[in-house]
């Protein structure tokens, strides 16, 4: 690169346009709000004994990782102002790898945080769902129509149910 080419491009990054303000400043709002929400949400459960539950032990946990996520949006807001993006971001590699980490951990924590709190939605679910089909008019017709051998048997071993047919005799 000539040392034109060079200039162009720092006199480029040393202004700001309104698109770049703008990103800055919707990013602020963004981490305002995901902080504000999600610390609400920590408080609440710390404060009411009656929100303390296995279950929202885990909302209180995706909580604490969406509360870090947006403070990396403060990091991003920053970024989007070409001044500091040039200053802060491309001088020294230390603070962009810790925006990458931050960011991409986090969001990692989160999606691991949800499919927990997913599989913790599934057994009262599935439990409602069986209870349902079980306690029908119709279970009965059904068994008689389909062997008169054959029983519906649910069993509930360390937190998971199992349904499976037993053939008697």
Not at 51 to 63: G, I, K
Not at 73 to 100: D, G, T
Not at 109 to 129: C, F, G, K
């Amino acid at each position: 690169m000539s040392s034109s080419n060079i200039s162009n491009y720092k006199d480029e990054l040393s202004q700001v346009t309104l698109t770049d303000a703008g990103l800055s400043v919707m990013a602020l709002f963004l981490a305002l709000f995901i902080t504000s929400a999600n610390a609400t949400t920590i408080m609440a459960i710390w404060r009411t004994p009656a929100l303390r539950t296995l279950a929202n032990t885990y909302v209180c946990s995706l909580a604490c990782a969406d509360f870090i996520v947006g403070l990396a949006c403060v990091l991003m807001a920053l970024f989007m102002l070409p001044p500091l993006r040039l200053e802060l971001f491309y001088k020294n590699i230390e603070v962009c790898s810790l925006f990458q980490g931050i960011v991409i951990g986090m969001v990692l924590l989160s999606a691991i945080h949800m499919t927990l709190i997913a599989v913790d939605r599934v057994d009262p679910l599935e439990a409602a769902y069986l209870q349902q089909r079980l306690s029908q008019p119709g279970a009965d017709d059904l068994k008689t129509r389909e062997n008169e051998t054959t029983e519906t048997n649910i069993v509930k071993s360390k937190g998971v149910k199992l349904c499976y047919l037993q053939l008697s005799g």
